[in-house]
């Protein structure tokens, strides 16, 4: 096996950092294909919680090289932060992290925008990070967007001078005003100082490495849930958060990828607006939120909580082509009495096994109950270990999905876990 997709299967958050960190000591090259600064994927490793933005979680490996590909938008500020946080933490980049110089840049105006309509937007707010990163695409799929590679190239002030000439309208009229080009140039030149020696064809390295035939790990961003194409839309994020986004984000060809692992929690959980049929509003919900530190990496947001959705998780398996499922979280039910799943959704006299085209919002789970467990089972490291409600709630999801579980978390430590997906 060559190269290897881990993508989220439900709306973010799923825990893709720690199984990307988990696989990364079998993978040579780790690719970050979509999103942006956005994503949070937190770590916690020997008990230190480390969170990283847009740096692949296969940084903390020694020796381990990991690109940003193209397919994502660079918040320069943020990446050389991370990379200077992580120098003080004593993990070294040097030589061990490309920046494709065709990846498109989120600029200062773009976060101003995103804040300026979320405010406007009112109770029809989407509920972005305010980061920027729906008008940084929104520049790329316009064909007037800035790339990491324009920041030392000639014409950049006259491409950011059209670019903010676009904007202005949009800004005037939320009641902003875009900051001047000669302050963006400023900043942008003490981004070039630190992109330009990392800047690289992150395409064609990924290539290469395939062609050589090294072990490609290729890490996603978000959720299937919040995919452009395929969720919850209009409340989604601006990228391909599928395992097909990694086939233009990192520039590999779908006959390379020799296997799709979806992450999905052990209960479902989303930040910001939109569906949510499984939500849980009340005590358990709560209940699920502090036992989870269900608490976005990125905004600090509390995550809405609810039962494991099967009918999404089904789509996820579908869209993806999943080969597996890394399951996390498992042991935030311990103690949680009966667990629900919910197998289907009802709206009207139709009933669904996949989420529908409309109606989201007002669609009835359909749920069948399953025996909790009290015992701690963040010791465990294999599936027999685990108590007989545990391993039925395990073999119940593998039957609604259609595909089998391959690794399984038990706790916030990258050691407890147990499972493997192999390249």
């Known amino acids: 096996m060559t190269a290897l997709v881990v993508v989220g299967a439900q709306w973010g958050d799923e825990g893709k950092g720690k199984i990307v960190d988990l696989l990364s000591p079998h993978a040579e090259l780790v690719v970050r294909y979509a999103g942006g600064a956005n ?245 358990m919900g709560e209940k699920l939120r502090q036992a989870g530190a269900e608490f976005g990496a990125t905004t600090g947001r509390p995550r809405r909580c609810g039962w494991l959705d099967l009918p999404a998780l089904r789509m996820a398996a579908r869209v993806n082509g999943l080969t597996s499922i890394a399951l996390t979280k498992l042991d935030v039910l311990t103690g949680m009495g009966e667990l629900k799943l919910c197998t289907g959704y009802r709206l009207g006299d139709e009933t669904f096994d996949e989420p529908p085209f409309d109606g989201w919002e007002s669609v009835e789970p359909v749920y069948e109950t399953l025996p909790g467990w009290h015992d701690d089972i963040s010791g465990c490291r294999r599936r027999d270990a685990l108590p007989q409600a545990a391993q039925a709630y395990l073999d119940r999801i593998e039957e609604l999905a259609g595909c089998p579980i391959g690794i399984v978390s038990v706790g916030p ?6 499972g493997a997906i192999g390249f």
């Open 39 to 283: 994503a949070g994927h937190t770590l916690v490793v020997k008990g230190e919680k480390i969170v990283l933005h847009l740096i692949p979680s296969g940084i903390l490996h020694d020796g381990k090289r990991c690109l940003i590909g193209q397919g994502t938008v660079i918040d320069a500020a943020t990446v050389i932060a991370e990379i200077d946080e992580l120098e003080a933490r004593g993990v070294s980049t040097a030589g061990r992290l490309g920046i494709a110089e065709r990846a498109h840049l989120v600029l200062p105006h773009h976060k101003l925008l995103d804040g300026l309509r979320e405010a406007a937007a009112g109770d029809g707010k989407i509920g972005t990070t305010k980061r920027g990163i729906g008008p940084a695409y929104e520049d790329k799929i316009g064909r007037r967007g800035i790339r990491v590679g324009d920041l030392w190239r000639p014409g950049l002030r006259e491409k950011l001078e059209a670019n903010l000439a676009t904007w202005e309208p949009t800004a005037r009229a939320l009641g902003g005003e875009l900051p001047a080009v000669d302050a963006i140039l400023e900043e942008a030149a003490s981004w070039a100082k630190r992109l330009e020696p990392i800047a690289c064809d992150a395409a064609r390295e990924t290539a290469q490495a395939l062609a050589d035939g090294r072990k490609v790990l290729l890490e996603g961003a978000q959720g299937t849930m919040l995919d452009i194409d395929h969720g919850t839309y209009p409340f989604v994020t601006s990228s391909s958060a599928i395992a097909g986004g990694a086939c233009t984000g990192a520039g590999v060809g779908p006959t390379r990828i020799d296997s799709v692992v979806g992450i999905t929690k052990a209960y479902t959980t989303r930040v910001g607006g939109g569906p949510f049929p499984t939500e849980l509003e009340g005590e």
């Open 413 to 418: 430590d990258r050691e407890e876990t147990f």
